[in-house]
Every structure is written in C-alpha cells, then in structure tokens.
C-alpha cells in the first residue's frame, strides 16, 4: 500500500462531470503480413501482462480512507484481469471520426479498477488497426509515461525479457 501524494490526488480532486484527467493517444498501425487483429490483441495481452511488474499502476488500485480524511492510497488490485483493460472494438460499433475519439475521452474511468485501458479498434481495410491508450494522470506525468512505454515496448520485432524483481515507470 502506498499513500498518492497530494500533487498526484489533485487530479482526483479536480476531476468533474466534464472534465476528466485522463491522458489518451490514439495509433493508426498496420499489422504485419500474417499476422490477424486477434493475434496483435493476444500477443499485446501477453506481453503487458509479462510485464506488469515493470510498471506498478498497471495492476494498482485505489483505496480511499474513511470519510475521505486523508489523500487515497494504490492497493494492489487481487482481482486483476488484463482483459478488463485490452479489448478489441468493431468498427461497424466504433465511431471513428474526430468527434467519436473525442467521445471517448469524455467517459469517466472505473475507479474501482486500475486507472487504464486499450482499445483496438479493428474491421479497418488493408490490415490497419486503431490502437486508443487510455491512461489516468494520478498514474502518470510526461516522464513516467515515457518510462511505462519504454517498459512495456519494444523497439524491434524481438521480446525483451525481464526479471520479476525489476520495478521502473512508477510515478512518485
């Protein structure tokens, strides 16, 4: 259990019916020849999920205090599910104009659950998926996000392996 500083829980505080502090960006890729959507999702599952000790707000939690008395601590979430945060999205129910992206970033996150999620958005032609990352700011600022992207990424097509005892991208 860690206490969130009271930086990091102002973007808790702030947060209104209109205004959310989360952080999102959306990729157009394309999927390499033989390679399916549902193989990019299974295969973007597996490696966050060999991951996730590499980046602790992936599997974080809030707990907030009695009568909120105090600034909420990140628990470890015992009912952790990855494919409660990766799911793919047709794109016959996806709306993917400008307009509907921005809908998006209009839905408050589940604060029941760790603050994140990934959309892939498939059904587009020649191979190309939408890839939207949803991220609360509590979790991450600028560096801390370039961090938990270094960690989970890979910058070529072969899989960095990683000890369980390694821990780099928190945010403090």
């Not at 000790?53 to 809030?62: A, E, F, G, Q, S």
């Not at 600028?142 to 369980?164: I, K, T």
Request: aromatic share 8%.
């Amino acid at each position: 259990m860690e206490q969130i500083g009271a930086l990091d829980a102002n973007f808790l505080y702030t947060e209104t019916n209109s205004v959310h502090n989360h952080i999102a960006s959306i990729q157009i890729l394309e999927l390499p020849e033989g390679q399916t959507a549902k193989d990019f999702i299974e295969g973007l599952r597996q490696v966050i999920s060999d991951r996730r000790h590499l980046v602790p707000y992936l599997t974080r939690k809030l707990r907030y205090t009695p009568m909120n008395m105090d600034h909420p601590f990140w628990v470890e979430d015992k009912r952790f599910n990855i494919d409660n945060h990766i799911y793919e999205v047709p794109l016959e129910t996806a709306d993917t104009s400008d307009a509907g992206f921005s809908k998006l970033q209009d839905v408050p996150m589940d604060r029941g659950k760790p603050l994140w999620s990934i959309q892939v958005i498939t059904g587009f032609a020649d191979r190309k998926i939408a890839y939207y990352n949803q991220t609360h700011h509590v979790c991450i600022d600028g560096v801390s996000g370039q961090l938990a992207l270094a960690m989970l990424m890979d910058p070529s097509a072969e899989v960095r392996q990683f000890e369980q005892t390694t821990s780099a991208g928190a945010k403090d």
